[in-house]
């Protein structure tokens, strides 16, 4: 029965992938999969939910807000193809989370130990802001998820929204409202039955070349969050 949590994820994932219950967002990553980004025009997009990715051992998830329009929605996989993707890999690898320093493409060889990635809405959304009720819409899916790696202590998350969603998802399985205030770097901790949680900013463009988010201080965060999964 050890793999029975690899079988739940996989049997989540696949309904995850047929998911259409947000028709905004259906309707945004079938559109960016046929009109296409003209440098890869030649490239058939995902344009469907993208899953989770990672080490369904791990005991350290990353969260991130929803794929990219050219990123996870065109490769089909989390933190994937696009300079988000680019940035936090190579960090991941610096810190020890990563095998490679590059996330291209599904079948580029990456893979993350003791690490899991997904993302707090799966589908795309315009201008990279889900309504409140898509992000409400998709959160079952992330409680139900986290709920089936067995080794989780700590959930980094990549940004504000990502950190909201994490507080849901913990208020969900506490049956309790769970609060915090978001500061790069700072630990929160909710007691022995949840997991904690490490808030950075997430590795967009927006961060990353403006000196928001350096490498070696996401570097800091994530060698952080790790020694805390492990300890
Ligand atoms: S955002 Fe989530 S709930 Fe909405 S359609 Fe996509 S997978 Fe389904």
């Not at 079948?107 to 992000?135: H, M, S, W």
């Not at 915090?180 to 901790?189: A, D, L, P, Q």
């Not at 007691?191 to 928001?212: D, E, I, Q, W």
Request: net charge positive.
């Amino acid at each position: 029965m050890e793999d029975s949590h690899r079988k739940q994820l996989a049997s989540l994932t696949d309904e995850i992938v047929a998911c259409r219950m947000c028709t905004r967002l259906v309707d945004w990553r079938e559109k960016i999969g046929q009109e296409k980004r003209a440098s890869y025009k030649d490239w058939d997009y995902w344009a469907k939910p993208v899953p989770s990715y990672g080490d369904s051992d791990a005991s350290l998830v990353l969260l991130g807000l929803a794929p990219a329009a050219h990123g996870g929605n065109r490769t089909g996989r989390v933190f994937t193809g696009d300079s988000s993707a680019t940035f936090l890999t190579a960090a991941m690898h610096k810190a020890g989370l990563a095998n490679q320093p590059n996330s291209d493409h599904r079948d580029d060889g990456l893979e993350f130990n003791g690490a899991y990635i997904a993302a707090a809405v799966r589908c795309v959304p315009p201008g990279d802001k889900p309504t409140p009720e898509e992000q409400r819409a998709c959160l079952p899916y992330l409680v139900r998820e986290l709920r089936m790696l067995p080794n989780l202590k700590v959930i980094m998350a990549l940004g504000h929204i990502a950190f909201r969603a994490t507080l849901q998802t913990l208020s969900e399985m506490a049956s309790e409202k769970m609060r915090g205030k978001f500061m790069h770097g700072e630990v929160y901790r909710f007691g022995p039955l949840l997991p904690m949680m490490v808030a950075s900013y997430h590795p967009s463009p927006r961060n990353t070349n403006t000196g928001v988010l350096t490498m070696d201080a996401l570097v800091k965060v994530l060698k952080q969050a790790k020694e805390l999964s492990l300890s």
